[in-house]
C-alpha cells in the first residue's frame, strides 16, 4: 500500500513559494509533484498530468523525504566536464575573426584543420575538424569553402585585354563553312 502523502500549511506555504520564485522548470515540476501527492493524487495521475514517468514521480518524493525542500534542486549532472570552456570559446571567436597572417601564417584563410592546429598550440586542446566546425556554427559563424582565384597574383592589365577580346570574340556570328558532301 502506498503511503499517504499529508503537507502541513507551512510545508505548502514553502512548496508554493518555491513555485512561484524559481525558473528552473524541473525545481517548479519537481514541488508540483509534491503538491498534488499532498492533495492526494496517485503517481500515474501525477505522471500523466505533468508529462512525467512514473519513476520520476517516486524518485522526486523520495528526494523529498529525505532532503525535504533542497531535494527538489536538480542534481548535477554525471559525468566529466566539458573540455571547451567559455575562455576556449572566446579565444576562437576571436581567432576566426582576425587575419591568420598577424600570427604570421602565409596563409588569408582558416580551414579547420589550420584552427585547430592553432588553438591545440595555443590551449594544448585538440578537437577533431567536425567538432570545431560545430563550435563555430554555434558561435553563429558560417562555414564556407574559400574561393580560390588568381586576383593579386595576375597582371591585371592583361587579364583585363584578353577578357574584353573574348567578349568580341563571343559577339562575331559564327558563319557555318559549307561541306562537300
Excluded at 517516486?58 to 523529498?64: C, S, T
Excluded at 598577424?102 to 590551449?123: H, I
Aim: glycine share 8%; with cysteine; net charge positive.
Amino acid at each position: 500500500m502506498a503511503r499517504a502523502w499529508t503537507l502541513t500549511d507551512r510545508q505548502r506555504d514553502g512548496l508554493d513559494s518555491l513555485r512561484l520564485t524559481t525558473d528552473h522548470v524541473d525545481i517548479f515540476r519537481n514541488a508540483t509533484i509534491i503538491l498534488m501527492s499532498g492533495d492526494g493524487q496517485s503517481k500515474t495521475t501525477i505522471a500523466a498530468t505533468l508529462g512525467c514517468s512514473p519513476s520520476t514521480v517516486d524518485r522526486v518524493r523520495g528526494l523529498y523525504r529525505a532532503k525535504g525542500l533542497s531535494g527538489l534542486r536538480p542534481i548535477k549532472p554525471p559525468g566529466r566536464p566539458p573540455k571547451v570552456t567559455t575562455a576556449y570559446r572566446r579565444l576562437l571567436c576571436e581567432t576566426v575573426e582576425t587575419d591568420p597572417r598577424t600570427f604570421g601564417y602565409a596563409f588569408t584563410v582558416w580551414t579547420a584543420p589550420r584552427l585547430g592546429a592553432y588553438l591545440k598550440k595555443q590551449t594544448g586542446l585538440s578537437f577533431s575538424d567536425a567538432h570545431l566546425r560545430a563550435l563555430l556554427h554555434q558561435e553563429g559563424f558560417a562555414l564556407h569553402r574559400p574561393k580560390h582565384t588568381l586576383r593579386g597574383k595576375r597582371d591585371e592589365a592583361a587579364h583585363g585585354k584578353a577578357k574584353r577580346q573574348l567578349a568580341r570574340l563571343k559577339k562575331k556570328r559564327c558563319v557555318p563553312t559549307p561541306t562537300n558532301s
